[in-house]
Nanobody, 125 residues
Framework: QVQLVESGGGLVQAGGSLRLSCAASERTFSRYNMAWFRQAPGKEREFVAAISWRIGGMTSTADSVKGRFTISRDNAKNTLYLQMNKLRPEDTAVYFC?????????????????WGQGTQVTVSS
């Protein structure tokens, strides 16, 4: 059973940076396409970024974070990362990592079957 555990969230001022990590419990993590989603109170879960384990490690990011957030993975460490720069108050949310065995990384949460518990990111103005 693969488990995902997020870490790295916290409180940061607008314009600051955070790096989130998502640790997987076993090496089979390397076969999963991975993604970050976020969810603010009272809102639907929102796609943030994804990275594939095939297709040349293709990445994608939501327009709202493009140019500010970078997703990466280290399969040797069974870890997914989200580097968040130039943070804005609207980035405040619980951030979840997710995994799927699909060939490409979907952008909808319903297509992921592995989820972490989430880590809170709060950006103050």
């Amino acid at each position: 059973q693969v488990q995902l555990v997020e870490s790295g969230g916290g409180l940061v001022q607008a314009g600051g940076s955070l790096r989130l990590s998502c640790a997987a419990s076993e090496r089979t993590f390397s076969r999963y396409n991975m993604a970050w989603f976020r969810q603010a109170p009272g809102k639907e879960r929102e796609f943030v970024a994804a990275i594939s384990w095939r297709i040349g490690g293709m990445t994608s990011t939501a327009d709202s974070v493009k140019g500010r957030f970078t997703i990466s993975r280290d399969n040797a460490k069974n870890t997914l990362y989200l580097q968040m720069n130039k943070l804005r108050p609207e980035d405040t949310a619980v951030y979840f990592c997710a995994g799927t065995r699909r060939v490409i990384a979907p952008t909808t949460p319903g297509e992921y079957d592995l989820w972490g518990q989430g880590t809170q990111v709060t950006v103050s103005s």
